[in-house]
């Protein structure tokens, strides 16, 4: 089933409309009709609140992909370090950042491999493990080294290395942020 722009958390569809039916598109930074096929940074709209909730990719991994329940020790730990390490240093605001931006993207890369399984072992086993322990012996440093490892690798294996360019300075709720949740431009 084909995936349009109007569809898109990226595509603006209350913004202003150019030549009678195209509107911007956040990510591309052009405008487009609604009804054409989406590209390969489509993330599924579901508005609400200021934000787009939007795919997580270690939850995507962890509880989608390998069937692991939401709330097992592994992604726990991890959200504990998000809430009690990261948000709380603010050197580490901009991963959160990046998370939230980056994040849907490669969850819907993730969803769509048609290897996923495999995919979401290899980075159990590479990364969120490693990290997972790497918390619990609180070493906290080589934690966040392996994690932005982990982004890196992801951002090659779906081609994002041109297409990620976060925006730090776009405004964020400490509450929301490292959640995978899109922000949304004020009107």
């Known amino acids: 089933m084909a995936n349009y722009c109007g569809e898109c958390a990226f595509y603006d569809i209350d913004g202003p409309v150019k030549w009678g039916n195209e509107q911007y598109c956040n990510k591309k930074g052009k405008y487009y009709p609604q009804n054409r096929p989406a590209c390969e940074n489509f993330v599924k709209s579901n508005r609400k609140e200021g934000y787009q909730r939007a795919g997580c990719y270690i939850t995507t991994i962890i509880r989608n992909i390998l069937g692991y329940p939401d709330n097992c020790d592994l992604l726990e730990t991890l ?5 009690n390490f990261l948000k709380q240093h603010q050197e580490y605001i901009g991963l959160l950042l990046e998370y939230d ?3 849907p993207v490669i969850s819907q890369h993730l969803e769509d491999d048609i290897d996923s399984p495999i995919e979401a072992t290899q980075v159990l086993n590479s990364f969120l493990l490693p990290t997972f322990q790497s918390i619990k012996m609180h070493d906290y440093e080589s934690a ?10 992801l951002k090659l294996k779906y081609y994002m290395i041109k297409d990620s360019i976060v925006d730090y300075n776009q405004r964020y709720s400490i509450e929301t942020l490292g959640k995978g949740r899109l922000r949304l431009n004020e009107s």
Do not use: K
């Not at 966040?144 to 690798?153: K, N, S, T």
């Open 144 to 153: 966040v080294q392996i994690y932005q490892q982990m982004v890196l690798f």
């Open 79 to 83: 959200r504990e370090f998000r809430e």
């Open 101 to 103: 931006q980056i994040g």
